[in-house]
């Protein structure tokens, strides 16, 4: 049992058998104050280029013409 978009969303691109259910209602008060109390959201991150090693490639190149 989920309550998650996503993760139902998965099962659904597989193929599995998903069925929807209403949620009761001191059950939807609970997660919605649960959420409000814990929900953090993620802290986006910038990614590093990795460094170009211009003389690696440059030894690494073979001469025009040549083939193995």
Not at 23 to 51: A, F, S, T
Request: proline share 7%; hydrophobic share 30%; glycine share 4%.
């Amino acid at each position: 049992m989920t309550l998650s978009y996503h993760e139902a969303a998965s099962y659904m691109e597989t193929d599995s058998p998903i069925f929807n259910l209403p949620i009761p209602g001191e059950i939807q008060l609970w997660v919605g104050q649960y959420v409000l109390d814990n929900y953090r959201p993620v802290e986006k991150k910038k990614r590093k280029r990795q460094r170009w090693q211009q003389d690696a490639w440059v030894r690494n190149k073979r001469p025009l013409g040549e083939y193995r």
